[in-house]
């Protein structure tokens, strides 16, 4: 177990509205109370850090069944640990696919070194077609229900779904894309894509789908939860459903709050997504909806690749960038340094905002608990360097990039889990 003095850290705990300079005693793993003697513990000078809740990314890919060249259960925690995340929501889309209650006992491991809360699928293999059983996999621990990868586009079969997981008290969260609008798109219009005659990705694919979404979450009372937003549109419509007292969610990922299709720098499978990555006014959009908490969370969709299927151009690409161990640092960037968001928004985004989203008690640094903690550096900016990632894969659009924040210590659970101090 953790035993450790934070000394004189900046504590950022959105929790309680706390914001100030002090000392974090941890011992046997549980946050005590100031004042608390601190001997034989070792003391860490903390000062100009930033320590906070631990993480939650509720949107992460293990590829654990089918496909561990690209990531295992064990690196993809690693990369999570690193990154600073204590929980992390996995995706059913593995092979095979998450729907019944044994894969659910095979995701969560309790000597891995970050939390898992793995969703599960909102039909039978992903399929679209029956429903799995909800009640069951509620019952076995599914955080959320999800085909994510594809969205369930029969609406009489998503309005049953959802009534069945609004009666479980689960959310239902969609990667909201219709695919007989999408097709074959793989980006949105743009110069690149016209030289390189690329199959273009109509926003109205997305935006149908929220407004779907929407509307069901209307007839159902279900917590809908759209994942990864990239138009602006999604924004608005996210916007006035919470206006109207909806419980609608959305999540911005640090890709597409970080750069535009204008952004793509040639033909470079690392920035192939789906959603693809939207315009300058999308961009625009998602960020104004982290700030006015349209959208009330942070999630990377790690989505981790080998190197074969990502290195042979845009075309060729699979569809997904890894994000964990760069999510601190891009997020940082684009909306303390950028946008001038308040730190312990920020945070909240990170803690609060998924939290709330799974039910969950809202993450914090209160004593007498045992410590979930995030001790991020802002003080010298560091360069991305895929190699050196815990993660398998090394997809990311981010290389090279020089980040002004990151995490240098983890506590999961009372146990570090992570430390580069
Ligand atoms: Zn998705």
């Not at 934070?6 to 974090?24: F, H, M, N």
């Not at 040639?266 to 959208?295: E, F, H, K, S």
């Not at 190197?307 to 994000?323: P, Q, R």
């Not at 004593?367 to 001790?375: F, H, M, N």
Request: charged fraction near 20%; include cysteine; hydrophobic fraction near 45%.
């Amino acid at each position: 177990m953790t035993n450790l003095v934070l000394k004189s850290v900046r504590v950022v705990d959105p929790a309680t509205g706390r914001d100030e300079t002090a000392d974090i005693i941890i011992s046997d793993g549980v946050i005590r109370e100031d004042g608390v003697t601190a001997d034989g513990l070792t003391v860490i000078n903390a000062a100009g850090l930033i320590a906070a809740p631990g993480f939650w990314d509720v949107h992460v890919h293990f590829r654990d069944p089918g496909n561990t060249l690209a990531e295992t259960r064990q690196s993809g925690a690693a990369a999570a640990a690193a990154g600073g995340f204590t929980h992390v929501v996995t995706m059913p889309n593995t092979n095979p696919a998450g729907d019944s209650a044994e894969w659910l006992r095979t995701q969560i491991e309790d000597s891995l070194p970050v939390k898992i809360l793995p969703s599960a699928c909102i039909t039978r293999g992903r399929q679209g077609r029956e429903i799995a059983d909800l009640a069951d996999l509620a019952t076995a621990g599914a955080a959320a229900f999800t085909d994510d990868g594809a969205t369930v586009a029969d609406e009489t079969l998503m309005r049953a779904a959802m009534t069945r997981a609004a009666k479980l008290g689960k959310p239902v969260m969609d990667h909201a894309v219709l695919p007989d609008i999408a097709g074959n798109g793989m980006i949105r219009d743009c110069a690149l894509a016209s030289q390189l005659g690329l199959p273009l990705f109509p926003p109205e694919a997305e935006i149908a789908a929220v407004v779907r979404d929407i509307r069901l979450c209307r007839e159902t009372g279900c917590a809908m939860h759209i994942q990864h937003i990239s138009c602006a549109a999604s924004v608005a419509a996210i916007r006035a459903a919470r206006a109207e007292g909806l419980p609608v969610t959305g999540e911005a990922s640090p890709h597409h709050l970080a750069l535009a299709v204008e952004d793509i720098p040639g033909d470079d499978g690392n920035y192939r997504m789906n959603p693809p990555l939207g315009n300058r006014t999308d961009v625009r959009a998602i960020r104004d909806g982290v700030l006015d908490n349209t959208l009330t969370l942070f999630a990377t969709d790690h989505a981790p690749h080998t190197a074969a299927t990502k290195d042979h151009g845009f075309k060729k690409a699979a569809f997904g960038v890894i994000g964990l161990e760069t999510a601190i640092g891009v997020t940082w960037r684009v909306m303390v340094a950028e946008e001038g968001m308040s730190i312990l928004d920020w945070v909240a985004r990170w803690t609060l905002g998924p939290a709330a989203l799974l039910g969950a008690p809202a993450p914090n640094l209160a004593p007498s608990t045992l410590a979930d903690l995030t001790l991020i550096d802002t003080r010298k900016p560091w360069q991305v360097n895929p190699g050196t990632f815990r993660s398998l894969a090394r997809n990311t659009p981010f290389a090279g990039w020089k980040l002004p924040a990151r995490a240098v210590l983890t506590v999961c659970q009372g146990r570090t889990t992570f430390r580069d101090i």
